[in-house]
């Protein structure tokens, strides 16, 4: 289908920003509000720390397995058209959120909540690039992530608010009256386009395998459980064989024979496990530990988020005249010294002295990393690979902070009782913060080996798409924002 050509100043163009930026404003809000909600879920309904990671996992896991579908089934079916699917979706599972009378309900329907972000997300992006006039388009793009990045920073400001006025299920419902106007806006105002040269066939078998291998393995590492981890291995195995004999893969082979994008997710898989931990672990011990309310966890971590929407854009820019390696080396370090200082919020922990110093160095740290790792992921492939080679770098972001989650706790000592025993809690979130420390220092040893000194992409210039992206980075902890394919 054809793209209308749409501008900015125009009342249409207004109206497809704004549902746009409100459609992925639902996923990333719960992608940090929950976390400022968690001890009180924990309190409300009985839940043990198990229960707790469950309650992130369920949402993440079927997040990171259907989002290269999501993206997929809107290139093919029409963007417009995924993208409600997904909004109603998402606002259905996440009234079943609310309702819900035990933990595992509320696991159940966050399994269905990811299925929804999985078809949304991915259409946010997709819809302004291919509806917009070139000469707009960039404008357009720019004021969805700074307005992004905005919603970002307002996520556990309004969680720990919610939490504290309304209680958590406010949390979720919230959703509702946001998912309504995205469905208004997007039936009235948002045009219907669609790759014209889709792949004869989606890649079911693909998406399939990829949750069947996320959900024993997520399993395993929470509950401990051998055989369930082995499978989720085997699985995983398995995933890879079909997608290097799929003439129409979710994850092309060919993206790997680039040695910059190997490096770049490995990258990513070590600096956001480490992501995942601490921003799990980091509420639960402010609230637990220190005493702090919903409302000032969620104000305590805020600077970061900040920091990103304010600095992201230049280290972006600084990575495409100099070269990546070096931000996406300095970034992990900064941040690991970020972890290193969060050792010293306990009971009672003052908030200029000892959180705001740890907030500020590792926002700082993240802020020098993300975009130029964005850069060095897109910059690494032609341009009409950027579209699935971002999207494999946001799966892969998600998978490593699902897995963290459901790994860190065991490996550092924080039982099932924890929530009611502050001490316990502070010895097992002290061990978690030096494994994520450790993370970041890998991931700062891999950008020195591996990643280039200059911006020189394996692709010819003229058709890599790292330059388009770099200075508009998406401010989100959860992961990468998922490029559009080329119009």
Not at 193 to 220: F, K, M, S
Not at 405 to 417: F, S
Request: with cysteine.
């Amino acid at each position: 289908m054809t793209a209308p050509a749409l501008h900015l100043k125009s009342s249409r163009g207004r109206w497809v920003v704004s549902a746009t930026v409100l459609g992925s404003s639902l996923a990333m809000l719960d992608g940090t509000v929950v976390n400022v909600a968690l001890p009180r879920i924990g309190t409300d309904l009985g839940a043990e720390v198990s229960g707790l990671q469950w309650v992130l996992s369920g949402y993440t896991l079927t997040l990171a397995a259907l989002i290269l579908l999501g993206g997929a089934l809107g290139d093919r079916v029409g963007r417009r058209r995924v993208f409600v699917w997904g909004t109603v979706w998402f606002a259905v599972a996440s009234a079943l959120c609310a309702l819900a009378p035990d933990v595992s309900v509320l696991v159940a329907a966050r399994l269905l909540q990811g299925i929804g972000a999985a078809l949304l997300t991915p259409g946010s992006l997709a819809i302004i690039s291919a509806s917009f006039d070139d000469d707009d388009q960039g404008a357009a793009i720019g004021l969805w992530s700074g307005l992004g990045g905005v919603a970002a920073a307002v996520g556990p400001l309004l969680g720990g608010w919610l939490v504290e006025v309304a209680g958590w299920r406010s949390v979720f419902l919230i959703n509702l009256p946001l998912a309504v106007a995205v469905v208004w806006v997007s039936a009235r105002h948002v045009p219907e386009t669609r790759d014209p040269h889709p792949p004869e066939r989606l890649d079911v078998a693909g998406a399939v395998l990829a949750a069947l291998a996320l959900g024993p393995l997520t399993y395993g590492l929470i509950e401990t459980t051998a055989w369930a981890v082995i499978a989720g291995v085997v699985l995983m195995v398995a995933f890879g064989v079909v997608e290097r004999r799929s003439r129409y893969a979710l994850v092309p082979g060919s993206l790997f024979a680039s040695r910059v994008f190997v490096a770049a997710n490995l990258v990513t898989l070590a600096v956001y496990a480490a992501l995942g931990g601490v921003f799990f672990l980091l509420l639960l011990q402010l609230q637990i530990v220190s005493g702090y309310s919903p409302l000032a966890a969620g104000l305590a971590s805020l600077p970061i988020t900040i920091l990103m929407l304010l600095l992201s854009s230049r280290a972006g820019r600084w990575a495409q005249v100099h070269g990546p390696r070096i931000p996406m080396t300095v970034g992990p370090l900064l941040g690991a010294g970020g972890l290193l200082l969060m050792l010293r919020i306990g009971p009672g922990a003052s908030y200029p002295t000892q959180v705001l110093p740890a907030v500020l160095v590792f926002g700082l740290g993240l802020s020098a990393l993300v975009a130029p790792l964005t850069a060095a992921v897109l910059g690494s492939v032609s341009s009409d690979q950027a579209g699935i080679a971002s999207g494999v770098n946001n799966a892969v972001a998600r998978t490593s902070q699902l897995l963290a989650v459901a790994a860190l706790p065991g490996l550092a000592g924080i039982g099932a009782d924890a929530l009611a025993d502050p001490d316990a809690f502070a010895a097992g979130f002290r061990v978690a913060m030096l494994i994520c420390t450790g993370l970041l220092v890998i991931g700062a040893a891999l950008s020195a080996v591996m990643i280039p000194r200059k911006a020189a992409p394996e692709a010819p210039a003229e058709e890599t798409a790292g330059e388009w992206v770099a200075c508009r980075p998406h401010c989100d902890v959860t992961a990468p924002a998922v490029q559009p394919p080329e119009r």
